[in-house]
């Protein structure tokens, strides 16, 4: 084994066992304690959390801090011998932030009992040196959301997950600080629940060092606690998508509540006194889906148009006639936590985590044969440790271990479950696999009569994550934060394409693994990384600075000369020398800094600025690993037709942000705020050739982007009854492509289209985007609340018959609005039990948004081919049911009925 992989099996081993843990997000209490007659500040006055071992003393200055606070809503006390006792209550930690409050204490000469406050969080945050947004559970409890992604889609700046106008795969998600993006794809593979959430942290602005491997945002989503006294809840719904549009929605004309259905239930409490404390979540979700397909045709029905007799054509369709679900989704998810008080403020919690989600994407020329399709399985398994160490109420160490675990498999029937088998082995494929010549159109306007798609792709990543964090507030002023973390990942990865020609005999059969079809490598790349950062907070200015190292060895082998391609086409791998060298490591050095300043005791000022660092998705690096380039044919997913890089540089980002916080009554406030982004090193394909005619293409570093905007938020706290939030974001987003095979699809246009030479609209440019939240009533009675959202349409490129009329993204869709309903009633029975009804009403007015459009109109609902006389194409469909497409509009509307009762 080489030295350096030595070196980082050693460091993980060492972070798993020796340091044991897993590190959450925390924030920070602090303030000052003065007597409330003289006004002096009061040394040794004891500070509380109540109901939590967490607490401090105030200094010779009357300053405190309380530190390592999980996210949520709190009572601390102040006491001290002779003045009488002070509780604030309803105070809110947030996650990477201070909460100050202040305490003036009075003699017990002159109150007797203790004093009750209600802590009102400030409109203004004045240590917030970048653009932060905090969803806690009790705002999540009272609006239309079900899942994370809905809640990062209601904020600023954010479009349909693009933050600041990024490429997807640019953020990165976190369940209690360990990263669930997949490798391989550079998305999240795995969500918390929000019935499960004690916060939801969105970051989009210049987030502190200790976050990497994120160009674009964070989205840090922070699970509750285990409680010291039994607490529960048990909810279900049931509904279903109803509309009128039945020409483009069929089957959805009522509400079948079989169609969607939710359980979802926690509870937490303690199992050895307060010393051993547990948290248990799941929730089961079936969703149908809102476009369904028609069983016409069986996959191995076939069809006959050969003949230039119309009259001996031949259709074959056994299907039942019935309608089958074509992006429907079921997913449950269980979650556990047990933590462990070791003593004095010490902590051992373990926590594990397990999704399953089967769904489908609907694809349209399947809408009569919905068998012949692909289904989608995604499992994700996460599994922590951490412990805290505390040295005292100013220091502690964070020691964190992970494992995380993503399997995806994309296939129409199962078999065979485990490739890669021996070549010649025996291997049970499913016999419902036909001949891909069957899987044919009935003419150029029709949908498919039959077939199957025979590809199977599938992979499993593996992340196993050793971490330190060591956090000191070394003064009142300087709070210190040093980590390291090291990573090691195993990436396996397979596809190929069931064979079922005259060649097998009919029969299925699998390819010579190594083939074109049939593609497999298995990798372990690892990364190091090393932050530190400083808080400084005075009374008159607040600095975030930090600086980050990252280390990426990527495992992997670079062809020397994709030109001469054809030359391995007689080779077996492994491949002899001379044809490949190892990929290099990589490794950045990113500073960033933020100020805040205050101007006033109701507004601050803030700037910040840094540099991010991402190692592209793992699939660019890795695949086809086997250097085949088909010569004839057509394959899914750029399958035969690219090849990877392992020695692909990082991509980079440098941000730069400037905003405003400003309070206008006690109640009100408003948020302005400015960013720029220049995105340098993103993938784009550089195309060679082979044998003289075929195009293909390998994975460079070459795009750019840049984005700048500016964000107006608003928000109304809840109070007599009434809350508002308004979000308002303007934005361009131009680039040199927004996709990394762009390059690839213009060269293999007829003509070719040249490369683009300018920056141009990226594909998720929304300039104006809009949201606004309103709540009505009162909490623990009746709470109603509506989410509405509007925007201008997104960019596409005109065309006629498949000729550019114009130039890339030069012309807009139309815009968009919707609004989202919630109600609530709340019914108090004994003691703590409470039961609530809720109804959930999404596409509130039934909406036909278009989020895609034919290029010669650009409508979803209209298109020039409709001109043409061909009423029936061919005895399967007529040209406006085959022009007829769901999946150019948003979803319509969704009603959903429940009950919940806790205790």
Do not use: C
């Not at 409680?227 to 909810?235: A, I, K, P, V, W």
């Not at 030359?567 to 077996?572: A, C, H, K, M």
């Not at 206008?664 to 784009?684: F, M, S």
């Amino acid at each position: 084994m080489p030295t350096n992989r030595r070196l980082a099996f050693l460091a993980l081993y060492l972070s798993l066992h020796v340091l044991a843990a897993y590190a959450g997000t925390t924030g920070k209490i602090a303030g000052k304690v003065t007597d409330a007659q003289t006004k002096e500040t009061l040394p040794s006055v004891n500070i509380l959390v109540v109901g939590t071992s967490l607490g401090g003393a105030s200094d010779m200055d009357g300053e405190y801090f309380i530190l390592n606070v999980p996210p949520g809503i709190y009572q601390l006390k102040a006491s001290a011998v002779g003045y009488t006792p002070v509780s604030v209550s309803t105070v809110r930690v947030t996650a990477d932030q201070t909460t100050r409050i202040h305490f003036a204490l009075q003699p017990e000469s002159v109150v007797l009992g203790e004093v009750l406050v209600a802590a009102t969080r400030p409109i203004v945050q004045k240590d917030l040196t970048s653009t932060v947004a905090s969803v806690g559970s009790d705002q999540l409890s009272k609006l239309p959301l079900e899942d994370v992604g809905s809640v990062v889609n209601l904020q600023a700046g954010v479009v349909e997950g693009h933050f600041r106008g990024g490429r997807a795969g640019e953020v990165k998600y976190l369940v209690d600080g360990v990263s669930v993006n997949d490798v391989f794809s550079g998305d999240p593979s795995m969500e918390a629940e929000l019935n499960s959430i004690a916060e939801i942290q969105v970051l989009s602005g210049t987030f502190n060092a200790e976050y990497g491997e994120a160009l674009s945002g964070v989205v840090n989503q922070i699970t509750k606690v285990a409680s010291d006294h039994y607490t529960g809840e048990l909810s279900a719904y049931t509904g279903g998508y109803f509309s009128g549009r039945t020409s483009l929605f069929p089957n959805i004309d009522h509400v079948d509540p079989r169609t969607l259905y939710n359980f979802q239930g926690s509870v937490s409490g303690p199992i050895v006194g307060n010393v051993v404390k547990f948290f248990l979540s799941g929730k089961y979700l079936y969703d149908a889906g809102y476009i369904y397909g028609k069983r016409v045709f069986n996959p191995k029905d076939s069809t006959n148009f050969s003949d230039p007799d119309p009259s001996k054509w031949y259709v074959g369709a056994t299907g039942d006639g019935k309608y089958v679900p074509m992006n429907d989704s079921k997913r449950y998810t269980v979650q556990g936590k047990i933590a462990v008080d070791v003593g004095g403020a010490k902590d051992l919690v373990v926590n594990g985590m397990y999704q399953n989600h089967d769904y489908r994407i609907y694809d349209h020329q399947f809408t009569l044969n919905p068998d012949g399709d692909y289904t989608y399985h995604q499992k994700g398994y996460l599994g922590s440790a951490s412990y805290t160490e505390v040295f005292s109420d100013a220091a502690y160490l964070d020691l964190s271990g992970s494992y995380f675990r993503t399997e995806y498999k994309q296939y129409v029937f199962p078999n065979p479950i485990e490739p890669p088998v021996p070549f010649g082995a025996p291997v049970t494929i499913d016999p419902g696999y036909v001949d891909p010549t069957v899987m044919q159109q009935a003419g150029a306007n029709a949908f498919l009569t039959g077939g199957t798609e025979n590809w199977h792709f599938n992979h499993t990543s593996t992340t196993l994550t050793g971490k330190v964090d060591f956090t000191a507030q070394v003064t009142s002023v300087h709070q210190i934060k040093a980590g390291a973390e090291v990573k090691w990942n195993h990436l396996q990865y397979n596809d190929y394409q069931i064979l079922v020609n005259s060649s097998t005999n009919f029969v299925p059969l699998l390819p010579t693994p190594g083939s074109f079809n049939f593609s497999i490598y298995d990798n372990h790349p690892y990364q190091l990384a090393l932050y530190a950062q400083d808080k400084i907070e005075m009374e008159y200015l607040v600095i975030n600075v930090g600086l980050r190292w990252d280390y990426f060895q990527p495992d992997g082998q670079v062809l020397l000369n994709p030109d001469n391609i054809a030359g391995l086409d007689s080779l077996t791998p492994p491949f002899p020398p001379g044809y490949f060298r190892k990929a290099s490591a990589k490794q950045q050095l990113s500073p960033r800094i933020g100020i805040s300043y205050p101007i006033s005791d109701k507004g601050a000022v803030h700037l910040s600025y840094g540099h991010f660092f991402q190692i592209p998705a793992y699939d660019y690096l890795y695949k086809n690993p086997n250097e085949r380039i088909a010569l004839t044919g057509v394959y899914p997913d750029f399958v035969g037709s690219t090849i990877g890089n392992a020695d692909l540089e990082p991509q980079r980002t440098t941000m730069y942000e400037i905003g405003l916080q400003q309070e206008l009554t006690p109640t009100l406030g408003i948020t302005v705020t400015g960013y720029y982004k220049d995105i340098r090193n993103l993938l784009a394909l550089q195309i060679h050739v082979k044998n003289n005619f075929v195009k293909f293409g390998e994975y460079i570093n070459q795009d750019y982007g840049a984005v700048q905007g500016f964000t107006f938020s608003l928000e109304r706290r809840l109070t007599d009854g009434f809350g508002a939030n308004l979000d308002y974001t303007f934005q361009v987003a131009k680039g040199d492509a927004s996709d990394p095979n762009d390059a690839y699809n213009k060269a293999q246009a007829s003509p070719p289209i040249s490369v683009n030479k300018e920056l141009v609209p990226l594909a998720w440019d929304r300039r104006h985007s809009l949201n606004v939240t309103l709540t009505f009533g009162t909490p623990d009675d009746f709470i109603a609340s509506v989410i509405g959202r509007a925007g201008s349409g997104l960019p596409y490129t005109p065309a006629l018959q498949n000729q550019r009329t114009g130039l890339e993204n030069s012309d807009n869709m139309p815009g968009y609005y919707s609004f989202d309903l919630y109600a609530t009633k709340y019914l108090k029975l004994f003691g703590d039990y409470r039961l609530s009804v809720f109804l959930k009403i999404y596409n509130l007015f039934d909406t036909a948004n278009e989020t895609n459009v034919f290029t010669d109109t650009g409508r979803a609902g209209y298109t020039l081919a409709l001109t043409q006389q061909q009423p029936l194409v061919r005895g399967v469909n007529t040209l406006a049911q085959y022009y007829a497409r769901p999946d150019f509009y948003s979803a319509p509307r969704q009603i959903i009925l429940g009950a919940a009762f806790s205790f």
